[in-house]
Nanobody, 111 residues
Framework: QVQLVESGGGLVQPGGSLTLTCAASGLNLDFYATGWFRQAPGKEREYVASIAGDGITNYADSAKGRFIISRNIAKNTVSLQMTALKPEDTAIYFC?????WGQGTQVTVSS
């Protein structure tokens, strides 16, 4: 059974950091792109970052310079290190691989 499970979300103050992890089972994350998306209340889901099968990374403008996406092939996980978090980063963050989505993890940036 294919499953993507996100973890690492939580409440953080502006300027703080969080690392999200997407753990995959039933598939390998190392041949195709894995992406992070987010959806804020009342807004559409939007792209955040992705890492291709060859390791090339891409970021939305909102994530550049603050977020880093990485992959651990041995653990079959993809992580998103988020720094300098802003209130506008508040959203549910989803992991995406091919046609699969995780259930999401809530990130709240608030003082």
């Amino acid at each position: 059974q294919v499953q993507l499970v996100e973890s690492g979300g939580g409440l953080v103050q502006p300027g703080g950091s969080l690392t999200l992890t997407c753990a995959a089972s039933g598939l390998n994350l190392d041949f195709y792109a894995t992406g992070w998306f987010r959806q804020a209340p009342g807004k559409e889901r939007e792209y955040v970052a992705s890492i291709a099968g060859d390791g090339i990374t891409n970021y939305a403008d909102s994530a550049k310079g603050r977020f880093i996406i990485s992959r651990n092939i041995a653990k079959n996980t993809v992580s998103l290190q988020m720094t300098a978090l802003k209130p506008e980063d508040t959203a549910i963050y989803f992991c995406h691989f091919r046609s699969y989505w995780g259930q999401g993890t809530q990130v709240t940036v608030s003082s």
